[in-house]
């Protein structure tokens, strides 16, 4: 469950302007998993910004608490705050391979980590996970609120009353409990990056409930960077379109991993590693001036 929405496609790493034989080549082929899925079983591998990602010292010193962190956007996001001089604890799950290898990125950038394994349905773990970060590092500067679950239905009525409860538990009531806990750390100059989705602003046939979910992140975003800016501190949101994560093979059959991404204006989905750049600049002071936004960064057109 380690990340945001979303999946593959042709182009993946590619150029916004794939070639006609980058279009040709189409998707990755069907795969599925197991929910929640693990990055270290895609293929092909996403790209975090391993050999990419060129820091520059904008978030020097600053401790990072981000929930979703064992893979996808928030390996990306992970990667990029630790080169960008942040110390970074990532709460997960269950994927501890997964951790394990966001973790050595961060080391490997010279920063401190912290892999905190737990179920964030449950207001415990919740506050566990911000407490052990703020014991480790002494503070706490940077919250991303990145888990998210999804699961597709055609209908309303397929909707189960579990899976009703786990992904409101799972990307908005998490969403309410993490962030509680960690005000009472938080300083002047922090900041709070919520992901959204870009669902929640178009809505969604078939994530009826993920998209309603996703809609209260991005109202909880504007309403809680009202309530506390007098705090100086700001709340941000980033909203991706479709991203090629672990959850996608692990919640949708194979003929949809193969097509996803395809209607996008590059005809493909993005790669985790060209999502973290938004979540870098709502941590970091280039937006000093910017509370209650949200950033869609979703490849998509207003018409195709």
Known sequence: MGNETEAAGAGIGKSPDPTAEERAAGGPGGQQQEWPGSDAEMEPRADHGEESYRGSGRLEGRR?????????????????????????????LSEDEDAAETVRWIEKAGRRALALPGDLTEPEACREVVKRTVTEFGGLDLLVNNLAAH??????????????????????????????????HLEKGSAIINTGSVVALRGSASLLDYAASKGAVHVFTKSLSAQVAERGIRVNCVAPGPVWTPLIPSTRDEDEVEDF??????????????????????????SRFCTGEILAVSGQTATR
């Not at 989905?269 to 600049?281: D, L, S, T």
């Open 64 to 92: 990072a608490l981000i929930t979703g962190g064992d893979s996808g956007i928030g390996r990306a996001v992970a990667i990029a705050f630790a080169r960008e001089g942040a110390d970074v604890a990532i709460s997960y």
């Open 151 to 184: 699961w597709e239905q055609e209908r309303l009525e397929d909707i189960s009353d579990e899976q009703l409860d786990r992904t409101f538990r799972t990307n908005i009531l998490s969403v309410f409990q993490v962030t509680r806990a960690a005000l009472e």
């Open 261 to 286: 991404g395809a209607d996008t204006a590059w005809e493909r989905p993005a790669q985790p590693a060209e999502i973290a750049p938004a979540y870098v600049f709502f941590a970091s002071a280039d």
